[in-house]
């Protein structure tokens, strides 16, 4: 069982890092992140559902585009990711509980 869920991981990696965004948009999020975070976070408890959704889609992009350097907000990253994995509508929870995982396969890939 634990080979099998390795294994499937390791394609998602690979999927991921097939897919992976080009330098300057990497470098462009890279230079605005803090900028960007801290609202993000703040949209992913909004009252309204909509908000809440495309918050949590856009985290998982913008984890996705800083790679690495998501690590220097970390706290207020995974704050806000704990508090919408209670959330009530479960495509917020998918997306966020998606974006664990993603983040933890890009950082094992760089640590390489």
């Known amino acids: 069982m634990e080979h099998l869920l390795r294994e499937i991981l390791l394609n998602i990696i690979v999927n991921i890092l097939e897919t992976r965004p080009n330098l300057g948009c990497r470098t462009l999020v890279n230079r605005h992140l803090?900028?960007?975070?801290?609202?993000?976070?703040?949209?992913?408890?909004?009252?309204?559902?909509?908000?809440?959704?495309?918050?949590?889609?856009?985290?998982?992009?913008l984890i996705l585009n800083a790679e690495t350097h998501i690590t220097h907000h970390l706290e207020k990253i995974l704050d806000?990711?704990?508090?919408?994995?209670?959330?009530?509508?479960?495509?917020?929870?998918?997306?966020?509980?998606?974006?664990?995982?993603?983040?933890?396969?890009?950082?094992e890939e760089n640590l390489k």
């Open 34 to 61: 803090c900028k960007i975070v801290p609202p993000l976070v703040r949209e992913l408890e909004e009252w309204l559902v909509a908000v809440r959704l495309k918050a949590s889609q856009l985290l998982y992009s």
């Open 80 to 107: 806000g990711m704990y508090r919408a994995s209670g959330d009530e509508d479960q495509r917020v929870v998918r997306n966020v509980s998606c974006q664990h995982t993603v983040y933890i396969l890009v950082l």
